[in-house]
């Protein structure tokens, strides 16, 4: 009976631990994992939903946190069980699916917190099923944690601070930055790799495909066609060197200009600054700001800092939007996910220098009477402002477990005073 007793308080941590964690990992982050969403949506066909993907995304979160707290505390055993195996019978089955046929590339079930193969996923959900199923027969040898009043004070404290983390990670940015565009980070270390290959290797040049009278055929930079005589372009092939650097992390931005032309190393070697607008999708951008994108654009023509938007390419996108806005800054296109992984908000701006992100923001987030009241080189915006994840992540574990350091003296007490009463 005692060993039935430790090890349902074993399945209990474990299960409850599992979707806490997994619960604020969407929370951290719920535009990504509404595009996670959206992913599942059109593999399955389910495009009709897709405008729901953030809803879906907020309430994903709330559910699999809230199961996972109840169930770490052992309280509503009978409703959290149920609804746990209800939950694994859909996702273990799926999880198999995506392992079998890998529609998408994970299943995004911890976010970018801690990035999981789908046969990883699938083999932890069959864990995860055993342990609900020896939770749901040892339901009533579960230990409960708290007191009715004070579990109910817990819980209401933990969600409003998920509330504010989804609140963020919606309108402004992630509260904890778990993906490879962050402040510090050097995005054109990759291609300083590529230059020293280059060098080392003669060979290691882009060729310019061009086709003439059915015929393609290869020519180097140095030695084009005139396509006064019939020539047509047809593409730029990447260098050897340039597509193994670009297999992985933040080495998968590859940015191109309206002739298709590859310019990433170009943008990013800049040992100046460079001020991007990022737009994941010109279609869905706000528009309400524009005098603020104007004011930076200006201050930094008058600057002489580069200035681009970076976007899918998405040739009506973009007309519409210069209609919309008057803008007259130069478009660079980069894959959807990447511009999405870069940035959360749509549109944001991030500020490089030397190739190094210093900073990144949502559009409203950007001071833009400070920024421009004086040169980036004589003022704290023209700095890096590293965020740590660490210092983020152990507030967040303050704001769960404060609660509990507050009441375990308060029950220590309260039995010391029972048992000088006896």
């Known amino acids: 009976m005692k060993k039935n007793r430790w090890f349902a308080l074993f399945c209990q ?20 994992t509404s595009i996670k969403i959206g992913e599942y949506l059109q593999h399955f066909s389910f495009g009709l939903l897709a405008d729901f993907t953030l809803a879906m995304a907020w309430g994903l979160a709330l559910v699999e946190f809230s199961m996972g707290f109840y169930i770490l505390i052992g309280r509503h055993r009978l409703l959290t069980a149920s609804m746990s195996m209800l939950f694994m019978a859909v996702m273990t089955p799926l999880t198999l699916y995506l392992a079998i046929f890998n529609p998408v590339d994970d299943c995004g079930c911890f976010g970018d917190v801690l990035v999981l193969s789908n046969w990883q996923t699938f083999w932890k959900n069959v864990v995860l099923t055993a342990a609900i199923v020896c939770l749901f027969l040892l339901r009533y040898r579960q230990v409960s944690m708290l007191s009715r009043i004070f579990h109910t004070f817990y819980f209401y404290t933990a969600l409003f601070g998920v509330l504010l983390l989804l609140a963020s990670g ?29 060098v080392a290797d003669e060979n290691a040049q882009y060729v310019v495909v061009y086709e003439k009278d059915g015929q393609r055929q290869e020519f180097s930079l140095d030695n084009l066609p005139d396509e006064a005589d ?35 190393c170009r943008i ?83 500020l490089l220098h030397n190739g190094i992100i210093l900073w990144k923001s ?46 375990l003296p308060l029950r220590i007490i309260k039995t010391f005073s029972k048992k000088k009463q006896k």
């Not at 930094?300 to 580069?306: F, K, N, T, V, Y």
């Open 13 to 32: 941590w474990l299960v409850g631990a599992s979707f806490v964690f997994s619960g604020l990992s969407k929370a951290i982050d719920p535009v990504g």
């Open 170 to 198: 919606t309108w402004r940015l992630p509260f904890v930055d778990f993906r490879p565009f962050r402040p510090g980070v050097d995005l054109a270390a990759p291609c300083r790799e590529i230059m020293s290959d280059a």
């Open 230 to 264: 019939g020539w047509t372009f047809v593409e730029t092939v990447m260098p050897e060197s340039r597509v193994a650097a670009s297999e992985s992390g933040h080495e998968n931005l590859v940015l191109f200009d309206e002739f298709g032309d590859d310019v990433t």
């Open 268 to 350: 990013l070697s800049d040992t100046g600054y460079v001020l991007l607008l990022l737009s994941p999708d010109l279609n869905r951008a706000e528009e309400h700001d524009i005098d603020r994108i104007e004011n930076l654009y200006e201050y930094a023509l008058e600057q002489g800092c580069p200035f681009y938007c970076i976007t899918e390419r998405n040739p009506d996108a973009v007309a519409r939007w210069h209609f919309n806005t008057g803008a007259e800054y130069p478009y660079l296109y980069a894959d959807r996910q990447i511009v999405e992984t870069m940035i959360r908000s749509n549109p944001g701006f991030m």
């Open 362 to 407: 949502h559009l409203p987030g950007v001071d833009v009477a400070q920024m421009t009241s004086a040169k980036l080189s004589e003022q704290s915006l023209g700095q890096i402002r590293p965020i740590s994840r660490k210092k983020r992540v152990f507030w967040i574990a303050v704001w769960l477990v404060a609660p509990m350091l507050l009441y």
